[in-house]
């Protein structure tokens, strides 16, 4: 069975323990670093969330820069959470489809992991952001809590 790819806001939701969504989602990274092959990400994924955590925002404090990379090389070096790369022609399959599905703004960034799942053999993304994958058919897109229950 193909891992689920847990989206960036899975892992800005437990790194963020006054986040409504945070005790679900620790213990989906929780398990994904305890149980071999059950989830995935995406290098994407660990720059997006260092972007997300180092930002002012407000009500959030951002995290630093030392507990940024001691949680994104946690992930990254984990032997059981697996990783999943674009491969050589992701990009163009990427930029083709976006064309094709009129893709503006922030959704590129969205389409082009979607692709890097695709060729991963990845169907299935865990994220609050179900929206975002609505155009997608090739992805199955499911909360946090659909994943946790």
Not at 18 to 44: F, K, M, N, S, T
Not at 109 to 116: E, K, N, R
Request: aromatic share 8%; hydrophobic share 45%.
């Amino acid at each position: 069975m193909a891992p689920a790819l847990l989206d960036t806001n899975v892992l800005v939701y437990a790194a963020y323990r006054l986040a409504p969504l945070h005790a679900a989602a620790a213990a989906l990274v929780d398990r994904g670093l305890r149980e071999r092959g059950l989830y995935c990400i995406a290098p994407q994924n660990l720059v997006e969330f260092a972007a997300v955590t180092t930002r002012r925002r407000s009500g959030d404090q951002p995290l630093s820069g030392e507990e940024v990379l001691r949680i994104t090389d946690l992930l990254y070096r984990s032997r059981t959470l697996m990783k999943i790369y674009p491969r050589r022609g992701t990009v163009a399959r990427a930029m083709a489809e976006g064309t094709q599905l009129g893709f503006q703004g922030a959704a590129w960034y969205d389409l082009f992991l979607a692709v890097t799942m695709r060729d991963a053999g990845v169907r299935t993304i865990v994220t609050e952001n179900v929206s975002d994958f609505e155009q997608l058919r090739f992805i199955t897109a499911q909360r946090i809590a659909q994943t946790v229950g």
